[in-house]
Nanobody
Framework: QVQLVESGGGLVQAGGSLRLSCAAS????????RGWFRQAPGKEREFVAA????????YYADSVKGRFTISRANAENTVYLQMNSLKPEDTAVYYC???????????????????WGQGTQVTVSS
């Protein structure tokens, strides 16, 4: 059974940092693109960051560029999201996902993903 499990969420003050992890099990995802999305209350799910299967290319939403960094450890079947300089507007449930196709347009759209985690809550207080 394929599973993606996020961890590392929590409550942090504005300006603080968190590191999210997404561990995969049930199959290897070393040849899958990986991404992070988030959904705030009353809003649609939105793209945050993505990384190609090789790690050679990364993509970010404008709202997090320069503050968030996505990385992956294929040997551990894990992807990370380092979040710095957090703002209250970053408050959301964060989801990780895996995509069998690593093109740019596939990775920035939730339609391009095959597997999803259950999400982890990130709350940034002002």
């Amino acid at each position: 059974q394929v599973q993606l499990v996020e961890s590392g969420g929590g409550l942090v003050q504005a300006g603080g940092s968190l590191r999210l992890s997404c561990a995969a099990s049930g199959r290897t995802f070393s040849n899958y693109g990986r991404g992070w999305f988030r959904q705030a209350p009353g809003k649609e799910r939105e793209f945050v960051a993505a990384i190609t299967w090789s790690g050679g290319n990364t993509y970010y939403a404008d709202s997090v560029k320069g503050r968030f960094t996505i990385s992956r450890a294929n040997a551990e079947n894990t992807v990370y999201l380092q979040m710095n300089s957090l703002k209250p507007e970053d408050t959301a449930v964060y989801y990780c996902a895996a995509a069998s196709w690593s093109s740019y347009y596939s990775l920035i759209s939730d339609d391009g993903y095959d597997y999803w985690g259950q999400g982890t809550q990130v709350t940034v207080s002002s």
